[in-house]
T-cell receptor, first 115, second 116 residues
């Protein structure tokens, strides 16, 4: 079974609008972390936001917020006030347990921001 | 260094040749990871080093793939007898050793391998 599922291969959003990128995860470990990365066409992987399984509040970082619904095992990324520079691939990832174990990545969602 | 450095940035090789890809992690980062990203795909975990512990090789696709990390710093990923399906971008990442699941992976720019 896939650990991380991103069901939207591609999304379009109008500039200045908000967009939600979906991510569901599967784990039986009570301790886990969820990450979102952005990969522009240049190829580098840019960390955006992190949510721990025990965090009581949804994580926010500037225009990025994570809609964490633990019972549904979903960790959707919300980008507010989209900009043309937000056009990129977005990957959801999960680490099970604590420490430095590797992240498992979803297949990604390609976001295109339209002027 | 300030970031994760990978070399070469591009490598074209002929089927059957061996290749070595190098990763220099952020200074002080004890964890080092190799991932592979085929065209238009997600990231596939290959191998993980944590300090002096035995590496987690569970993601290596075949015995043609191996990696080592010398002195707890620089790592080399070696692919022997390359095949066309090995063509991909190989990404290296490192992270610090805080005892928290929040350790962020910082990625290098990747090494693009093309096997003809």
């Amino acid at each position: 079974a896939q650990k991380i599922t991103q069901t939207q291969p591609g999304m379009f959003v109008q500039e200045k609008e908000a967009v939600t990128l979906d991510c569901t995860y599967d784990t039986s470990d009570p301790s886990y972390g969820l990450f979102w990365y952005k990969q522009p066409s240049s190829g580098e992987m840019i960390f955006l936001i992190y949510q721990g399984s025990y965090d009581q509040q949804n994580a926010t970082e500037g225009r990025y917020s994570l809609n964490f619904q633990k019972a549904r095992k979903s960790a959707n990324l919300v980008i507010s006030a989209s900009q043309l520079g937000d056009s990129a691939m977005y990957f959801c990832a999960m680490r099970e347990g604590l420490g430095n174990t590797p992240l498992v990545f979803g297949k990604g969602t390609r976001l295109s921001v339209i002027a | 260094g300030a970031g994760v450095s990978q070399s070469p940035s591009n490598k074209v090789t002929e089927k059957g040749k061996d290749v070595e890809l190098r990763c220099d992690p952020i200074s002080g980062h004890t964890a080092l990871y190799w991932y592979r990203q085929s065209l238009g795909q997600g990231l596939e975990f290959l191998i993980y080093f944590q300090g002096n512990s035995a590496p987690d090789k569970s993601g290596l696709p075949s015995d043609r793939f191996s990696a080592e990390r010398t002195g707890g710093s620089v790592s080399t990923l070696t692919i022997q007898r390359t095949q066309q399906e090995d063509s991909a971008v190989y990404l290296c990442a490192s992270s610090s050793s805080k005892s928290s699941g929040a350790n962020v992976l910082t990625f290098g720019a990747g090494s693009r391998l093309t096997v003809l």
